[in-house]
Each structure stands twice: as structure tokens, then as C-alpha cells.
């Protein structure tokens, strides 16, 4: 299983990205996926996951969206609003498993599969 995330670049404070992630070996139409980042000098931290229910972070909620395409192989992330505090790096996750309890969908070293990640940097 690969999963390889795209579309992160510099942009300024309120523009928008979209993130893709591709996925070979597997689709997103079981288990569950999701979108963590990590910043300079900080743990990687959840930002929205999937699974029985969409979980967000309050930090991101109301401007990021999870979704899929038609075919379950892609997995976008539209990010809107972007802010500074949003800089990081964005990694795709997914796993095999839907979790019980929503800290199994908010902690990063619960998910199995992970792809490269993507840079994003918003300006001020």
C-alpha cells in the first residue's frame, strides 16, 4: 500500500490549497483515512479523519474539508481560510481498522499506513 499526498505550496494568509492524496494497494472506501500535519519543533497532530464519523479539530474547523472521489483512490483535502498556524507538513494516513473511540482517530501513532508528506506554508 502506497499513498502519496500532492498540492501543498506557499500561499498567503486567507487564500486556499487543495490536497490530494493518491492511493495504490487499497482504496479509501474501507477503514478509515485521514489528514495529519506536522509543524517545526511539534508533534504530528490530527486534522480531520474519517471513518464511522468525520472527526475535525477545532483549529481547522468550519474552513477544511475531508473528501474522496468517486472511486474511493483519492482523498482531498480542500483547506480554505488559510492561516499561518496552518504551516506544516500534511500527511495522508489510513487504516484497516475504524476506531472505537475518537481518540483512535486523533492520535497519529494509532494509523498504519502513511504517505510522504506535503509542505504547506502560509504567509502573513
Known amino acids: 500500500v502506497q499513498l502519496q499526498a500532492s498540492g501543498g505550496g506557499l500561499v498567503q494568509t486567507g487564500d486556499s490549497l487543495r490536497l490530494s492524496c493518491a492511493a495504490s494497494?487499497?482504496?479509501?472506501?474501507?477503514?478509515?483515512m485521514g489528514w495529519f500535519r506536522q509543524a517545526p519543533g511539534k508533534e504530528r497532530e490530527f486534522v480531520v479523519t474519517?471513518?464511522?464519523?468525520?472527526y475535525y479539530a477545532d483549529s481547522v474547523k468550519g474552513r477544511f474539508t475531508i473528501s474522496s472521489d468517486s472511486a474511493d483512490k483519492t482523498l482531498f483535502l480542500q483547506m480554505n481560510n488559510l492561516k499561518p498556524e496552518d504551516t506544516a507538513v500534511y500527511y495522508c494516513?489510513?487504516?484497516?481498522?475504524?476506531?472505537?473511540?475518537?481518540?483512535?482517530?486523533?492520535?497519529?501513532?494509532?494509523?498504519?499506513?502513511w504517505g510522504r508528506g506535503t509542505q504547506v506554508t502560509v504567509s502573513s
Open positions: 474519517s471513518g464511522r464519523g468525520t
Open positions: 494497494g487499497r482504496t479509501f472506501s474501507r477503514g478509515s
Open positions: 494516513a489510513a487504516d484497516d481498522r475504524t476506531f472505537n473511540t475518537r481518540a483512535g482517530y486523533t492520535q497519529a501513532r494509532q494509523w498504519y499506513y
